[in-house]
């Protein structure tokens, strides 16, 4: 079983950066792919960002292709999220979340999820 924690959310203004940080405890942690998701109040939750529990292979959504960075670091049982250029469209609570199975784009494959974190980017 995995606990995951968000932090680093927050306000911004468009064109700013952050970055998201996920606490991880559990032994599964270091063999599990890691995603990001976000979602926004009436919408379903929308895939951002993967890693493989290797952190070789990402994937990301075509709306942060090029201006997010997602990124592990198995010793110290985290994961980020870098978030540069950021856009009006990016707010969204942010999850993290992680699948034993392996990567993935699908919310519905991962097992456990954090509690999020808010995004608001302003004008």
């Known amino acids: 079983q995995v606990q995951l924690v968000e932090s680093g959310g927050g306000l911004v203004q468009a064109g700013g950066s952050l970055r998201l940080s996920c606490a991880a405890s559990?032994?599964?942690?270091?063999?599990?792919?890691m995603g990001w998701f976000r979602q926004t109040p009436g919408e379903d939750r929308e895939f951002v960002a993967t890693i493989s529990w290797s952190g070789v292979n990402t994937n990301y959504a075509d709306s942060v292709k090029g201006r997010f960075t997602i990124s592990r670091d198995n010793a110290k049982n985290t994961v980020h999220l870098q978030m540069n250029s950021l856009k009006l469209e990016d707010t969204a609570v942010y999850y993290c979340?992680?699948?034993?199975?392996?990567?993935?784009?699908?919310?519905?494959?991962?097992?456990?999820w954090g509690q999020g974190t808010q995004v608001t980017v302003s004008s």
């Open positions: 979340a992680a699948n034993p199975w392996g990567v993935s784009r699908r919310f519905g494959e991962y097992a456990y």
């Open positions: 559990g032994r599964t942690f270091s063999s599990s792919a």
